[in-house]
């Protein structure tokens, strides 16, 4: 950035018609997308839940107190992740560098939680092929999981360019806008913890007989 | 990309011809893209076509034995995705390619690279979908592929199997490209140009472009589910293991009627350029067909269970339903009055564009009409999986959707190439298109009142519905007769040119400002806009005063002229002067590189696909490549240093 404006403003003006980084606007209109994406999946989830017809039941599963913690891990990573970019933009590269790496360190560790939790599953009997539990609860958490590992791998880039110095406060932008992407699969995990786990933990065989149909 | 100092060692050379077959493979132009899509998605219009007339001529005498049934089934269900997925949108998407920069003013879309590689995850897409004609095994279980039947238990062959996974790779490359326009529409405008002066077609693009990159993730859903459900047998479809065919309908038409919208929307945007170019007035009410447009798209997402009345879904449902789809009727109703009120006290001309455009508005009423009857749940009842129902779809998408696009082809044919379509060709497509379209589908309105089924390879010859059926076949070889035509012409005025000059119809919006066919650059210097239809005002500055009394001048920077790149942002100089159409003389305009990573990153997920049907080294090979396109894009600056 040359113009005056950028260095008077701290954040740099764009040069086109909204003023906006185009890549910056192209994030937030594919989460927009992604919103969609997650949404329908969980709305999936929330229509079928209850309606397995055979155990492992999400009663007899779901263990609240260990995805407790991998979640709690994955919250803290979105806080490494604000620290990251405020070092970056305030030029201390050993810093930024630093929260960076916790970043994918806390991302990996999440998703070291949800390896466990899917091969315990699998072992006390619970596939995605077992009932309509494991059908929805393994491919809504595997989505999640495939956009953690994608954040993991382009956070673990930017590290390294942050390491060479190829990642400056002057181009942090390519930080903030990996950083939009990360708080959404956060957030979007919130809503997942919450509807999976916190609401449906307590729930056992359907009370009625057979299959029903949506109302 | 950043100037970041790592840097791929380079397998090959970055290409740089501007000719021969490489230079189209790396090209990351927008107006080369827009001929891609247009010439792959006609191909594809010729297979559709083609299908089409094969059901036309098993249906055309009763207790016909020409077709199979199993076979009847895969061409009403091939040709009705080849023409929604592989004809309507890509023609749209060419449109979008060819006439979004021209007519804001820039030089490209906003990402060049992102757009080649949907152009190009598009063209492996369709090539996965009916690539099942080859194995012998097409997707058989309709365009809209219901569960169970879509399921293994009832289709155990593979054809439902590329159905899903040809969705869901043509899925990325909507979504992709329709970012790309959203970005390009509200980012890279002309100084001056603010969002209620960017030309009507753009509006349209837009609302289009949030459309798709809304409603395709949820086709992404659906089509994740039932491949699940079919590769891993998961049970999301299966009531065996607790899960629910309706909630396929419901997932799949949540994304369907939205789909319905961005099918006809470019149409609509096409049309209302046309009219006020040939009544030479502004279109009426432009805010007015902006905020209907907006409207019908923002009410797409509260009908779909219009498509659903006789699934049992209860009263409450169906009458919420029934409601949302007769409020929908009215945006649409206004657009009409809207394109009349253009019509209204124009001097016409009866040019080919102006014939398809008015005609438009005849058919796409008549299929409109049709439209809001079913949205009445009794009615409904009588007419589901009737051949009512097929009229009313193909009034409005040949008779809106396709009009609309031919209308633009000859519209704006003289600014992609130079020269005009020949204009009695023209007119000999354009009536063999209209009489061999409503002969075709009109009959079919009365033959679903009287309970004709759809779907059905053959019928009883005790029925009375013989003499319509054969009408509808004559049709519909009166209909491919007039494509034939239109290919003719396009040849013939190959042959033949009649140069048109730059701006041949007294054009409105800026694409007209510039050279027919554009330099590679699109403007020698970007145009300043000062008010609507800019290009117009600025030929006829006398008549400024008559409509733009209490116009205030609006500051809307320039928008930027590439994806990334902080060593391009800053304002581009511009060279004045000698337009030689080659960019040769204009060494100080920067345009993006070409690429071969969008072609690379798109034949990995394309692998991606194909393993899915095929094996797991089939996916592998395909992630590897993937990665590779990635990372290559990733490392790869978008203008090499000089």
Known sequence: MTQAAATEHHEPVENTSTGLNSRKLMMWAFLASDVMFFGVFIATYLVYRGKSLVGPYPSEILDIPLTSVSTFVLLMSSLAMVLALHYVKAGEKNKGTLWILLVVVLGAIFMGFQFYEFREFAHEGLTPRTNIFGTTFFILTGIHGAHVTIGVIWMAFLAYGSHVGSLRSDNSLDLEIAGLYWHFVDIVWIVIFTVIYLISFSDGPPAGVGPTILH | ?642
């Open chain 2, 1 to 642: 990309m950043t100037t970041k100092s790592l840097t791929m060692p380079q397998l090959f050379p970055r290409p740089k011809s501007s000719t021969g077959i490489w230079s189209w493979i790396g090209t990351v132009d927008h107006k080369r893209i827009g001929t891609l899509y247009g010439i792959v998605s006609f191909i594809w219009f010729i297979v559709g076509g083609i299908e089409a007339l094969l059901i036309r001529t098993q249906l055309a005498s009763a207790e016909n034995d020409l077709i199979d049934p199993e076979t009847f089934n895969q061409l009403f269900t091939m040709h009705g995705t080849t023409m929604v997925f592989l004809v309507i949108m890509p023609l749209s998407a060419a449109f979008f390619n060819w006439l979004i920069p021209l007519q804001i003013g820039a030089r490209d879309v906003a990402f060049p690279r992102l757009n080649a590689l949907s152009f190009w995850i598009f063209l492996f897409g369709s090539l996965i979908i009916n690539a099942s004609w080859i194995t012998g095994n097409a997707p058989n279980g309709g365009w809209f592929g219901y569960a169970p039947n879509s399921g293994t238990t009832f289709n155990p062959g593979m054809g439902m199997t590329y159905w899903v996974v040809g969705l869901n790779v043509l899925g990325v490359a909507s979504i992709a490209a329709g970012l790309n326009f959203i970005v390009t529409i509200l980012n890279m405008r002309a100084p001056g140009m603010g969002m209620f002066k960017i030309p009507i077609f753009t509006w349209m693009t837009l609302i289009t472009s949030v459309l798709i990159v809304l409603a395709m993730p949820v086709l992404a859903v659906a089509g994740i589910q039932l491949m699940s459900d079919r590769v891993y047998g998961t049970h999301f479809f299966n009531s065996l293991g607790g899960g629910d065919p309706v909630m396929w309908q419901h997932i799949f038409w949540l994304f369907g009627h939205p789909e319905v919208y961005i099918l006809i929307l470019p149409a609509m945007g096409i049309v209302s350029e046309v009219l006020p170019t040939f009544a030479r007035k502004p279109l009426f009410g432009y805010p007015f067909v902006v905020f209907a447009g907006a409207a019908i798209a923002f009410m797409g997402w509260f009908v779909w269970s219009h498509h659903m009345f006789t699934v049992g879904l209860g009263p409450a449902a169906n009458t919420a339903f029934s409601i949302s789809t007769m409020l929908i009727a009215v945006p649409t109703g206004v657009k009409i009055f809207n394109w009349l009120g253009t019509l209204w006290g124009g001097n016409i001309r009866l040019n080919t564009p102006m014939l398809f455009s008015i005609s438009f508005i005849a058919m796409f009423t008549i299929g409109g009409l049709s439209g809001v009857m079913h949205a009445s749940p009794p009615t409904d009842a009588q007419q589901q999986d009737t051949y009512f129902v097929v009229a009313h779809f193909h009034y409005v998408l040949v008779g809106g959707a396709l009009l609309g696009i031919f209308s633009g082809i000859y519209f704006w044919w003289p600014k992609f190439t130079g020269y005009f379509l020949n204009e009695k060709l023209g007119i000999a497509n354009w009536a063999l298109m209209m009489i061999g379209f409503n002969l075709q589908f009109a009959p079919m309105h009365w033959l679903g009142m009287d309970g004709m089924p759809r779907r059905i390879y053959t019928y009883a010859d005790n029925m009375g519905w013989e003499s319509s059926n054969l009408a509808a076949s004559i049709g519909g070889f009166i209909l491919a007769l007039g494509i034939l035509v239109f290919m003719i012409n396009v040849f013939y005025s190959k042959m033949n040119k009649v140069m048109a000059g730059n701006d041949p119809w007294d054009g409105r919006t800026l694409e007209w400002a510039t050279t027919s066919p554009p330099p590679v650059h699109d403007f020698d210097e970007i145009p300043q806009v000062k008010y609507r239809d800019d290009f117009w005002f600025q030929k006829y500055p006398e008549t400024i005063a008559e409509y733009h009394h209490d116009d205030h001048d609006q500051a809307v920077p320039s928008g930027a002229q590439f994806d990334d790149g902080d060593d391009v942002q800053e304002a581009l100089p511009v060279v004045s002067g000698s337009s030689d159409g080659h960019g040769d003389g204009h060494s100080a305009i920067h345009l993006p590189d070409m690429s071969y990573y969008p072609f690379i990153l798109s034949l990995g997920v394309a692998g991606l696909g194909a393993g899915f049907l095929t094996n797991n080294t089939v996916i592998a090979v395909g992630a590897v490549v993937l990665v590779w396109g990635l990372i290559g894009w990733a490392m790869e600056p978008v203008n090499d240093p000089e």
